[in-house]
């Protein structure tokens, strides 16, 4: 926060018993060194405010304690005599509690989640009920992860589903070894880059519109539920069962939980022009345009079609899904729309199954970037990503360049106040901006094109990326090639660990809210939009081919210990650019300034513009609100054109989940924050 004496304005509404609302603001520090909280009063009956009146705080566990930044907004009771009780004048400094870490003035009232047994953390409570059911049966992580996915496709359609793509990795208890597993699909066969120009009949675009039928590759999702259950699940229980949790909430209904409702009524619009079929995923309503639209917070929605699709699945593997009703109907509509996707392609995917890939690593000590850890505190921690076509490589590279920033000098050892100051931000920038320069032009696919992953992320080359680096301003001249990213989409991801010590790290996406929002009749889900990655210029390693597969921005991380290869954390964020992003921010939070889970995960962060070289690509840097004012204008005055985000444009810098590991008395303890960000929450088995 660069000034932990700086207090931010903060937002609290509180609902009395006698029905008068409550808004808190807490004051920022006063010339005079006081320090106030202030209420004001609105009675619903007439609208007249009373106040506002300065409230103490005080210490934790009261009134006080309970003033913290809820970003989507809360009601809580506000008991008369309590708000009485702490009526006062202005206190010094010295009165208020102080905060653990500076960014604490905007706390998150999650508490750190604890089990011996496992944990299954995500976006969606409902959907985190799913995997415990299957832990509770004997599936190990694998399978229940699988579990949540699916539940996830049912109750937040617009950010994952089985027609879009997946991606994990799975540490194996037994072995001790991280495996990796890349369940993206490919282009049609058919979709040559001459064929799909004539088609779009615009040759100038150098990208696929984002909801063209062209954008659509073959769903590799489907797929990959069945090839983690089988490569790393445990036997014990079978598909149909991992399934049913998320067939029972489809046929069933379930309540909208209310970002996914205000994500569903964004894309409303979007639904209806995209499928002739878009009421199998709107609620029916006779006064709403086209008789349906977007289920509200608290409402049921039902999603039969999505079952039936899940049934198939769960009775024939594969075959469910890529041959039968199923593959007819996605192809019927593809063709309706004009593209080039057919049965054989869907064969073809189901026959060669996902692929399980080498993952790639870099060790991290923490002890070199902050001033309070000594070299024999700062263990060494091996940090893994998904290979190309993911961008994780990207987390590496902008670690591996912090790494050699510090080793040279260029950089200090951050003390414990300047988390989140604008040197620190500007370092983190800066490394990621010049990770994201290279991955723009040679993350992609490497069955198709050379992909220098290796070299990319090896000592020698950071070190010679890493003198790009200037410590006193921003550096535009960096981003020499177009990134294929764009700037917004919806990605699930979810963090399971069990009883045996295994955990998986795992991320679905259809891409952009609800893809291409093309809907396969009687199907219950939309068609992906992950082609609009490609390139179209015919020099670029992204460029479109068929049967290639794009630049995908979805990838999950883990940590391990290198000492004895034991786990230390499975982690992830979501939110397509942001994701290595987030891995960075979240991975420093947690090693280097000690902070929880849930503390890393609360931290206000920064996310850097994605978009096309054309378009002013990686200019703006984007700011959470929670970052304190004078980091905001001296990050400006190094030459970082910074924009704030408040409120729900907070959903920029993605929703994450971690789960720690430690072992105590013998046992495995696992430790689980769930982003704030999010309607979910880490829940234990």
């Excluded at 009920?129 to 109750?155: F, H, M, P, S, Y």
């Excluded at 609800?514 to 396969?520: A, W």
Aim: glycine share 10%.
């Amino acid at each position: 926060m660069g000034d932990p004496s700086h207090q931010h304005a903060l937002r609290m509404k509180m609902r009395r018993k006698d029905g008068i609302s409550m808004w808190g603001s807490e004051a920022k520090k006063a010339s005079s060194g006081r320090l106030a909280c202030c209420f004001a009063a609105a009675d619903p009956r007439d609208g007249t405010w009373t106040g506002p009146k300065p409230v103490r705080r005080e210490s934790p566990g009261q009134l006080g304690d309970n003033l913290g930044f809820f970003p989507w907004g809360l009601d809580l009771p506000g008991p008369k005599k309590l708000l009485n009780k702490y009526l006062a004048m202005p206190v010094t400094a010295s009165d208020v509690h102080s905060a653990s870490a500076p960014f604490t003035a905007f706390p998150c009232r999650r508490s750190v989640v604890h089990s011996t047994k496992g944990i299954v953390s995500c976006t969606q409570p409902l959907a985190a009920e799913a995997g415990q059911r299957i832990l509770k049966l004997g599936g190990n992580a694998a399978d229940a992860a699988v579990a949540v996915a699916a539940a996830l496709n049912v109750t937040e359609p617009h950010s994952t589903g089985i027609g879009g793509d997946m991606f994990c990795l799975f540490y194996n208890a037994k072995t001790k070894k991280v495996h990796a597993l890349n369940g993206s699909g490919r282009m049609p066969a058919g979709a040559s880059l001459d064929r799909v120009r004539q088609a779009l009949g615009d040759d100038s675009l150098t990208q696929l519109p984002k909801l063209s039928v062209h954008a659509v590759t073959v769903p590799g999702t489907a797929a990959g539920w069945v090839d983690t259950v089988e490569k790393f699940g445990s036997g014990r229980v079978t598909l149909e069962q991992i399934l049913t949790p998320a067939i029972e909430l489809g046929e069933e209904g379930f309540p909208v939980a209310e970002l996914a409702s205000l994500f569903w009524k964004g894309s409303e619009g979007k639904i209806r022009k995209g499928s002739p079929n878009f009421k199998e995923l709107l609620r029916e309503d006779s006064q709403a345009e086209g008789g349906a639209r977007a289920p509200a917070p608290g409402e049921v929605f039902k999603n039969p079609t999505l079952a039936k699709t899940f049934r198939a699945l769960a009775k024939e593997g594969k075959d469910g899904f890529y041959k039968g009703d199923v593959a007819k109907a996605i192809i019927q509509i593809v063709e309706d729309l004009g593209g080039f996707m057919t049965l054989d392609d869907l064969k073809n995917h189901a026959e060669m199954g996902s692929q399980e890939v080498d993952p790639i690593s870099l060790k991290f000590d923490p002890s070199g970037f902050v001033s309070s850890k000594k070299k024999e505190d700062g263990k060494e921690v091996e940090l893994w990503e998904h290979p190309p076509n993911g961008q994780g490589i990207v987390a590496l590279m902008a670690l591996g360049i912090l790494k050699e920033l510090s080793r040279s000098g260029k950089i200090p050892h951050f003390s414990p106040e300047q988390h989140n100051s604008a040197p620190y931000l500007h370092a983190l920038i800066e490394s990621l901006r010049i990770a994201f320069a290279d991955a723009a032009w040679w993350v992609t696919d490497p069955d198709v094109e050379k992909v220098p992953a290796q070299q990319l992320i090896s000592p020698a080359y950071l070190a010679e990326r890493a003198k790009l680096f200037d410590p006193s301003k921003a550096s535009p001249g960096i981003l020499d090639h177009g990134s294929p990213a764009h700037n917004h989409s919806d990605t699930v991801y979810l963090a399971v660990t069990d009883k045996e010590g295994n955990g998986i790290s795992f991320i679905n996406s259809v891409y952009e809210d609800f893809g291409t929002c093309i809907i396969p009749a009687g199907c219950g889900f939309t068609l992906q939009n992950r082609g609009a990655n490609f390139s179209l210029q015919t020099d670029h390693p992204n460029v479109l081919r068929p049967g290639k597969r794009p630049y995908h921005t979805i990838i999950p991380a883990m940590v391990t210990n290198p000492s004895d290869n034991s786990l230390h954390t499975v982690y992830g964020v979501m939110g397509g650019f942001m994701q290595p992003q987030g891995h960075v921010q979240v991975l420093f939070n947690t090693l280097a300034f000690d902070l929880s889970p849930q503390a890393a995960l609360d931290a206000p962060r920064f996310c850097i513009e994605a978009g096309s070289k054309e378009k002013g690509y990686g200019q703006i840097i984007y700011l959470e609100e929670g970052i304190c004012d004078s980091v905001v204008e001296e990050l400006r005055r190094m030459g970082h054109p910074v924009k704030v985000l408040k409120s729900f444009d907070r959903s920029k810098f993605g929703r994450g989940q971690v789960i720690r590991c430690h072992t105590d008395q013998g046992k495995t303890v696992y430790s689980a924050g769930s982003d704030m960000r999010g309607d979910g929450a880490a829940f234990p088995a």
